[in-house]
């Protein structure tokens, strides 16, 4: 049983190039609350939090970078063959991440929440969960991975996953090991066979529907979370509305391990959609796609109010909207949704600034709003 009294806590772990995001971003889409640890640690060393000053006393000035930022390329080329190195900032990091986990635990809506962390005893989450999810892949599968995705050459790759535990060491410590060289619909299923057996009986998905109906002359308009079942729908209404698009249900499944979908119907047709993505306490939104036939003036507000109800309930600090260039004349809506045009380096905080320039597309334009003042891991 975990430490968190009404909770039901999976800590997911693997080598790298094993999937084990895609897995967490599965299981959020089954309803649980995710936290990547990794993405917090980040945060302890961000310009301005609570580890900043620490680092920088310990390991010297010279891992700056031209922006003041920690760059983590140096320090991690720093702490990498040196094990005392490791242990030291380990030990200036890993306090915060304990305790940022435990307030977003605490504070989560959802009754299953999932930990991807790199190594669960280091943080001592082998002891406070209540099972333990291993993501395993073959080297060749970790190796195309990393080079492909990551853009490392074979030798980075090689070097990266020689430094790590042993996959054979990791599963035998796991609860249950999810297998993930296949597609992503293979892996979805296990993932959702393990979920229904594993995850105590009573923890259902979130409601479809998710938002009032709305009545309007082309229809009555609601909003429903999107599901893997529905790829077949999401492909259709993309490639009709952008032209050029070739998008199949196996492309849109694969999506799924990035994003999620807010689904705009209008009587039971598929008339628009908007992608989002909720990492490191930021939500992002990159596709709002409507039909022609569908005013964005009703269709908009729907979307985007729901997007931020959902994005509180993961207990996201701020929501990065990328209009298209086509919709910024929208103006008035945007204002209306509390909106303002931004850019990545006028935000203030660097998980932010960060999170904008890493995730906006070519050719959109950044909208900001802020959703909540109580922020994680904020400055000592």
Same mark, same amino acid.
């Given at each position: 049983m975990s430490k968190w009294k009404g909770k039901y806590v999976i800590g997911l772990t &693997?080598?790298? !190039?094993?999937? @084990?995001?895609?897995?967490?971003?599965?299981?959020?889409? +089954? *309803? /649980?609350? #995710?936290?990547?640890?990794?993405?917090?640690?980040?945060?302890?060393?961000?310009? &301005?939090?609570? !580890?900043?000053? @620490?680092?920088?006393?310990?390991?010297?000035?010279?891992? +700056? *970078? /031209?922006? #003041?930022?920690?760059?983590?390329?140096?320090?991690?080329?720093l702490v990498f063959d040196d094990q005392t190195a490791l242990k030291t900032l380990e030990g200036i990091i890993h306090p915060y991440v304990i305790q940022a986990i435990d307030l977003l635990v605490q504070r989560a809506m959802q009754p299953v929440v999932v930990i991807e962390v790199i190594k669960p005893d280091d943080l001592g989450m082998?002891?406070?969960c209540d099972s333990i999810w291993v993501t395993a892949a073959p080297l060749k599968t970790q190796l195309s991975r990393l080079q492909n995705k990551r853009k490392?050459?074979?030798?980075?790759?090689?070097?990266?996953i020689s430094a790590q535990p042993s996959q054979e060491s990791r599963l035998a410590s796991a609860t249950l090991v999810i297998q993930n060289e296949g597609s992503f619909e293979e892996t979805w299923a296990r993932v959702n066979a393990a979920w229904n057996k594993i995850v105590p009986a009573g923890v259902t998905e979130p409601l479809t529907v998710l938002v009032p109906r709305k009545v309007t002359p082309q229809g009555v308009m609601r909003v429903l979370r999107g599901k893997p079942r529905h790829s077949n729908e999401i492909a259709q209404l993309l490639?009709?509305?952008?032209?050029?698009?070739?998008?199949?249900?196996?492309?849109i499944m694969a999506?799924?391990?990035?994003?999620?979908?807010?689904?705009?119907?209008?009587?039971?047709?598929?008339r628009g959609l908007i992608a989002w993505q909720v990492e490191n306490l930021v939500s992002r939104t990159y596709d709002i796609v409507l039909e022609a036939s569908i005013p964005p003036k009703q269709a908009?507000?729907?979307l985007f109010k729901e997007m931020e109800h959902a994005s509180r309930?993961?207990?996201?600090?701020?929501?990065?909207?990328?209009?298209?260039?086509s919709m910024v004349k929208y103006a008035e809506i945007w204002e209306s949704l509390g909106y303002k045009q931004r850019e990545p380096d006028s935000l203030g905080v660097t998980a932010w600034q960060e999170a904008a320039r890493d995730s906006q597309p070519a050719n959109t334009v950044l909208f900001f709003k802020q959703l909540r003042i109580d922020r994680v891991l904020r400055p000592m």
């Open positions: &693997g080598n790298i !190039g094993t999937g @084990k995001t895609v897995v967490r971003r599965m299981l959020e889409h +089954l *309803g /649980a609350y #995710g936290i990547d640890a990794d993405a917090l640690a980040h945060r302890v060393i961000a310009k &301005g939090g609570p !580890g900043y000053k @620490k680092v920088l006393e310990t390991f010297g000035q010279w891992v +700056l *970078g /031209a922006d #003041g930022e920690i760059d983590r390329k140096k320090l991690g080329r082998d002891s406070v490392m050459s074979r030798h980075e790759a090689i070097q990266r490639n009709q509305v952008r032209s050029g698009s070739n998008l199949t249900r196996t492309d999506a799924f391990g990035e994003k999620a979908f807010l689904l705009l119907q209008v009587g039971d047709v598929l908009l507000p729907l309930d993961l207990q996201c600090e701020a929501a990065l909207v990328f209009v298209p260039t």
